[in-house]
């Protein structure tokens, strides 16, 4: 079958923008217009650190509307400047939605990104070079709320030294996630939430010197599985078809070939595989994630649909149904001989969003990943203290140290077992 001709450069802006689009009528649907409104003002007013869910504090059309609208605003932005159409456009859109769904909203990102074109002026270079690190490092958006709230300060002395803190991220955030990457070698992908959990251990500890405390918290919605359930499936269902509709021959052949690739961080499937094969995937991760936290009991709300819409993201770069599948079964098993339960809310999230570690499957084998997302189980539960869920890739902090311990440790063996080897063979 003849393969169909790439989608212009026009066309696949807006094909992306049918996800933040189709969402946004939904939530229509889901709450009258009035309130969707005061659900927007009372999300710019609310704590956004782990775990705050927009669909309770603002109501269910109020988050999606949060979420499609920031969405909406950097797609247009990225086609005003002319920035090139490539896998990571699409995995920064979906990660950018997905944690507007829990965390980013309105008025908290700006802070950081313009610190990051700050970085890029001073060092003379062009915004494109770092802007997806920028968009990636709004993880630390709560942050910018955080200082919103101190209470013994005037609003105005607030407000300029939140956008001082949130320039100051922006600014530190591409040399540091351009050394940290050594660290894990590529085989943790959420390489800015390694960096952005070394920026929020350091600002959090300023915090409390200065006697300012966060304090824990858990907003989770659990009502909605039905309705969210089906918004999904309808969603990733209809991109399957439709990039079978466009290639259908094709299509499984580049998928088939995405399957055999490792996944190491770098990697992008849009450029290698083209647009439907990526579309395919990207259904196919989506609707495994989603019926995997139904099968376990979970429930799906703002930060379950963002860690799955993070899977839907990485899967038009490093992720595919052979390489997080071992992760996510290994955090399953983990769950199986520790004191907490996978459907409780934290364990869920490092279900989903453990798939970081995917490259580690990818690479060494199943096995490897088994025990990877073993580890991250236990990792990821423990870490956030230091940053009082102020990072909220925070994941991606507990990857990046998983990595770092394991690769090294994989590959010495290797090394050994080949040398024995060859040893054999002379």
């Not at 062009?126 to 997806?132: A, G």
């Not at 429930?299 to 379950?304: F, K, M, Q, R, S």
């Not at 955090?331 to 001989?337: D, W």
């Not at 580690?360 to 990792?379: K, P, T």
Request: hydrophobic content about 50%; proline content about 4%.
């Amino acid at each position: 079958m003849k393969t169909k001709e790439p989608l212009p450069y026009r066309g696949k802006y807006l094909l992306l923008a049918v996800m933040p689009v189709y969402f946004m009528i939904a939530g229509l649907f889901c709450q009258p217009v009035d309130e969707i409104f005061s659900g927007l003002i009372a999300i710019l007013r609310e704590p956004d650190f782990l775990i705050t869910d927009y669909f309770v504090v603002g109501g269910v059309g109020a988050a999606f509307f949060n979420a499609g609208t920031i969405t909406l605003i950097l797609l247009v932005f990225l086609y005003c400047i002319r920035m090139e159409f490539d896998g990571h456009t699409i995995t920064s859109c979906c990660l950018l939605f997905g944690f507007s769904l829990f965390g980013k909203n309105l008025l908290n990102i700006w802070a950081i990104l313009f610190g990051v074109f700050l970085y890029a002026r001073c060092h003379r270079v062009s915004i494109r070079n770092h802007l997806y690190v920028g968009l990636y490092g709004t993880s630390l958006s709560p942050i910018i709320t955080q200082v919103m709230q101190i209470g013994h300060l005037p609003l105005a002395g607030r407000l300029v030294l939140s956008v001082v803190v949130g320039i100051c991220i922006g600014f530190v955030l591409p040399p540091l996630s351009a050394h940290v990457r050594d660290i894990h070698k590529g085989y943790s992908l959420y390489n800015v939430g390694f960096s952005a959990g070394i920026i929020a251990t350091v600002v959090i500890s300023l915090f409390k010197s200065f006697g300012i405390t966060v304090e824990s918290r858990l907003i989770w919605d659990e009502s909605h599985n039905t309705l969210f359930g089906i918004l999904l499936s309808v969603f990733f269902v209809g991109m399957i078809v439709f990039a079978l509709a466009r290639e259908k021959t094709c299509v499984l052949k580049k998928y088939w070939q995405i399957l055999k690739c490792s996944g190491i961080g770098g990697t992008d499937y849009w450029k290698d595989y083209g647009d439907y094969a990526v579309l395919f995937n990207m259904g196919v991760n989506g609707l495994f994630a989603t019926g995997f936290v139904l099968a376990v009991g979970g429930d799906l709300n703002g930060p379950t649909i963002g860690g799955i819409f993070t899977i839907v993201g990485f899967s038009s770069t490093e992720k595919h149904l052979r390489n997080i599948a071992p992760i996510m079964i290994g955090v399953y098993l983990a769950s199986l001989t520790k004191h907490w339960s996978i459907n409780e809310p934290a364990p869920l999230l490092a279900l989903l969003f453990s798939t970081t570690l995917a490259p580690i499957a990818g690479e060494f084998g199943v096995f490897a990943g088994l025990v990877a997302g073993f580890l991250h189980s236990s990792v990821a539960l423990n870490v956030g203290i230091v940053y009082s869920g102020m990072n909220l890739y925070n994941n991606g902090f507990a990857g990046g140290l998983v990595a770092a311990f394991m690769v090294p440790v994989i590959l010495s063996f290797r090394s050994r077992m080949s040398r024995i080897k060859n040893e054999d063979i002379l």
